[in-house]
């Protein structure tokens, strides 16, 4: 059985703490330190830029592969009237937001195959002060040589 402690007893070991709290002043002080804020401030701080800058490159790689497959459809797209002949050799333009993808074809002869022809086509974009380049190849069969 537990025994029941005598309310003599617990006004002693009350006195004893209390007696033991008053001689030690740095118990009294319950707060928190202006440098202790200053320090949680700062590494807040701290931690705040960080997830910004990882937030800020995450969107921009996200707009160049956005801007790359974008150049890419454009490319694929342009090259269904590369099978005509003659290619066309102009350039062309699309306007998309703040995008402007510009294209032009380029053909060379192959000395070894005289009936093959390689195709070029180059996609160069603008967006505010950036600029891409995406460059696809191709090769078609000319039977009329």
Known sequence: MMARMEP????QIGRKINKSS??????LSAGITLLEVLIAISILAICIVAIFTVFISCFDAQLRAENHSKAALIAMDALEYANEFPIPLSSQELNEDVRKFTWEFSQNDIEEYPKLKEIIIDIIWEQGKRQGKFSLTTYCWNPQK
Not at 8 to 11: A, D, L, R
Not at 22 to 27: G, R, V
């Open 8 to 11: 003599k007893m617990i006004s």
């Open 22 to 27: 008053a001689d030690n002043p740095a118990s």
